[in-house]
T-cell receptor
Framework: EAGVVQSPRYKIIEKKQPVAFWCNPISGHNTLYWYLQNLGQGPELLIR????????DSQLPKDRFSAERLKGVDSTLKIQPAELGDSAVYLCASSPRGLGTEAFFGQGTRLTVV | AQSVTQLGSHVSVSEGALVLLRCNYSSSVPPYLFWYVQYPNQGLQLLLK??????LVKGINGFEAEFKKSETSFHLTKPSAHMSDAAEYFC?????????FGKGTKLSVKP
């Protein structure tokens, strides 16, 4: 079974430019998460989807960040415009529905804003 | 509110020595708890999880963790460290539909 796939793995952009990350979750997983991981920190939730519905986006900086999950499968996370402080690893994870089920993570996208 | 505290941002052990990584949680309801490992430039991989079936949980790579309700702890142990165990370890507590992570503990293993 394929795991969570993210692309690109690495991205370097200049500040004020847009950037997008893509995630393909494990087949059949209804829940999809986007996490932000700063250097030396644990992952922090940006947004959670149940199927195609964003059910928790309280931590998403909506002035510059947006996300979508079309047809309840793949998801994209976009930043426009990027700022220097956005440099971090962006992790996508998915899980089957249900309390207590673990999340399965992709390898992440390391974003560097210069 | 639920939260996770990992004591010690960096732990160093010698190869063959006991590994002990500490995790304390706060939760208003019986928690689901997880330990994840992250190798450099990789995503997080599940080591083990506690879902109330047994207080001593065995995971992959020889790791285990014991849930102690009285101490609100879920410490991760391994009897004998291997060089390949060098990585960052994250404890997490499950909310409905979310995982709250600790700040992580970086484990170094000396030859």
């Amino acid at each position: 079974e394929a795991g969570v796939v993210q692309s690109p793995r690495y991205k370097i952009i200049e500040k004020k430019q847009p950037v997008a990350f893509w995630c393909n979750p494990i087949s059949g997983h209804n829940t999809l998460y986007w996490y932000l991981q700063n250097l030396g920190q644990g992952p922090e939730l940006l947004i959670r989807y149940e199927n195609e519905e964003a059910v928790d986006d309280s931590q998403l900086p909506k002035d510059r960040f947006s996300a979508e999950r079309l047809k309840g499968v793949d998801s994209t996370l976009k930043i426009q415009p990027a700022e220097l402080g956005d440099s971090a690893v962006y992790l996508c994870a998915s899980s089957p529905r249900g309390l207590g089920t673990e999340a399965f993570f992709g390898q992440g996208t390391r974003l560097t804003v210069v | 509110a639920q939260s996770v505290t990992q004591l010690g941002s960096h732990v160093s052990v010698s190869e063959g020595a006991l590994v002990l990584l500490r995790c304390n949680y706060s939760s208003s309801v019986p928690p689901y708890l997880f330990w994840y490992v992250q190798y450099p430039n990789q995503g997080l991989q599940l080591l083990l999880k506690y879902t109330s079936a047994a207080t001593l949980v065995k995971g992959i790579n020889g790791f285990e963790a014991e849930f102690k309700k009285s101490e609100t702890s879920f410490h991760l142990t391994k009897p004998s460290a291997h060089m390949s165990d060098a990585a960052e370890y994250f404890c997490a507590v499950s909310l409905p539909g979310n995982l709250i992570f600790g700040k992580g503990t970086k484990l170094s293993v000396k030859p």
